[in-house]
């Protein structure tokens, strides 16, 4: 189940839900009013050293900053 971030409209307090897809917005745990998604961009993680492992060993001269060679 994904992880969604919600906002009570009544005290607006965040608060975090492992929620099915597609269900109804949860009561606020404080103070059981309505609820409403909050749309936030996900985290990412960028690690540029392992990037190149995903490469064919071979295709690139170099470190992956030359022309492609048709290997």
């Known amino acids: 189940m994904p992880l ?3 906002a009570c409209e009544k005290c607006k307090q965040h608060f975090d839900e492992f929620m099915p897809v597609g269900s109804e ?3 606020c745990p ?3 009013g309505a609820s409403a998604r909050v749309w ?3 985290a990412t993680e960028w690690n540029p050293p392992l990037a190149m492992m995903h490469r064919a060993p071979g295709a ?3 470190a992956g900053r030359g022309s492609y060679t048709g290997k």
Do not use: A, I, L, R
């Open 30 to 32: 404080s103070c059981k």
């Open 60 to 62: 690139f001269d170099g």
């Open 25 to 27: 917005p949860p009561k």
């Open 4 to 6: 969604y971030e919600y």
């Open 40 to 42: 936030t961009v996900p």
